[in-house]
C-alpha cells in the first residue's frame, strides 16, 4: 500500500484512483453504471479511475455513488496533543491563528 507521507501529488491522485475502480468492481458495478448514478459522464469516471483526476465535486458524487461518503468522517478531524488542546476543545473556545508581527514603519 501507498504511503501517502512520501507520494507525490500525482502518486496520491492515482492510487486514489485505483481505490475507487476497485470499490466499484466489488459493487459489480461498470463504469457506466457509476456515471448513471454519480450525475457525471463516463469519461470522468474513466478519468478518475485511470489518473485521479477530477474536481472535488465530482469525486464526492462518486463517493456518494458507492456508498463510501462515511469514509471522510475522520478527515481533517483535530486530534488534541495535549491535556491543554483538550481542555480548549472542550470550551468549545474559538481558536485563531497566531498574530503576525508587523515590522514598524520608518517615519517620513
Not at 478531524?77 to 476543545?89: G, N, T, W, Y
Amino acid at each position: 500500500m501507498l504511503d501517502f507521507g512520501f507520494a507525490s501529488e500525482q502518486e496520491i491522485r492515482a492510487a486514489l484512483g485505483q481505490r475507487l475502480r476497485a470499490q466499484r468492481l466489488v459493487k459489480g458495478l461498470s463504469q457506466a453504471d457509476l456515471a448513471e448514478r454519480s450525475g457525471i459522464s463516463l469519461s470522468t469516471v474513466k478519468l478518475i479511475e485511470s489518473k485521479g483526476q477530477c474536481t472535488l465535486e465530482n469525486f464526492l458524487r462518486t463517493l456518494i455513488a458507492l456508498g463510501l461518503v462515511d469514509e471522510l468522517q475522520a478527515l481533517f478531524v483535530l486530534k488534541p496533543q495535549s491535556i491543554a488542546q483538550m481542555e480548549r476543545a472542550e470550551h468549545g473556545k474559538r481558536l485563531r491563528a497566531p498574530r503576525k508581527v508587523r515590522l514598524a514603519e520608518p517615519s517620513p
